[in-house]
């Protein structure tokens, strides 16, 4: 599946950017379905692995669905390709927020949960880039629309997000204000970031002041859980984590052995 989307580049003429994604991984619950969460690879790896690991998870209920992003060009590594659901300059605080690829990808998502039964509930989650990109879906339903104004379809029940950040945390409360409920989705939505304190690819500050930016903006049901030691993975006492925590917040029926 292909987004096409423009801005104006220099010189006054429309650039193009296509955003081809890559191949989408199910995996089936294996017992009666009650949720669906599209869950978002890291930068340069894509849905299988994160199928397989999904796969093992004590969670019957879940239908996990996990896309690939699309190949493009990334300035954090001089303009060569990979893949990657937006593109990302520097990891600091001050830097621009690539809003044409983050709509572009909240927008695969809210596809692929589009077609779902409506009496599932739904869930975004991820890990890295994929967590930002989670948190973005986060902000676009509780504005009910993307950064370019559309509207978003989707209503999240939960949205996790492993060893990531919060893209354009800076305005999300001005663009709170200026919409109505927003602040009652807002509240009522349950989050949970989970960030290492030794990781060295995505900074332990950067989730801690992300959690931090969900609270003071309104979103009263944000976890943030720390784990000393931890580096830029996962490891399985965090997932534990997860899992216990989207069992209670999806209200499914029960863990398997």
Not at 115 to 142: H, N, Q, R, W
Request: hydrophobic content about 35%; some cysteine; proline content about 6%.
């Amino acid at each position: 599946m292909s987004f096409t989307s423009s801005s104006v580049g220099s010189g006054g003429r429309t650039v193009r950017r296509v955003f081809e994604f890559g191949r989408t991984y199910v995996v089936r619950p294996k017992g009666k379905h009650q949720a669906t969460v599209v869950w978002l690879h890291g930068l340069g790896d894509n849905g299988s692995s994160w199928s397989q690991l999904l796969e093992t998870l004590p969670l019957p209920n879940i239908k996990w669905i996990c896309p690939t992003a699309p190949t493009q060009p990334i300035k954090v590594f001089g303009g060569f390709p990979s893949t990657a659901w937006f593109d990302v300059g520097e990891l600091s605080e001050d830097a621009p927020d690539d809003i044409e690829g983050l709509d572009a990808s909240a927008a695969h998502v809210a596809n692929l949960l589009s077609t779902e039964p409506d009496d599932i509930k739904l869930g975004v989650g991820g890990f890295s880039m994929g967590a930002a990109t989670a948190l973005y879906s986060a902000t676009c339903f509780t504005l009910r629309k993307y950064g370019n104004g559309n509207p978003y379809p989707c209503n999240l029940s939960a949205v996790v997000g492993l060893s990531g950040w919060l893209p354009c945390s800076k305005t999300l409360s001005k663009k709170l204000e200026e919409v109505d409920d927003a602040r009652r989705r807002a509240a009522s939505l349950p989050l949970l970031l989970c960030h290492g304190k030794g990781d060295d690819v995505v900074p332990y500050k950067f989730g801690e002041k992300s959690s931090q930016a969900l609270s003071s903006t309104g979103y009263q049901n944000v976890a943030f859980k720390a784990y000393n030691g931890l580096g830029h993975y996962t490891v399985p006492e965090e997932m534990d984590e997860v899992c216990a925590w989207l069992l209670s917040k999806l209200g499914l029926e029960g863990i398997s052995s």
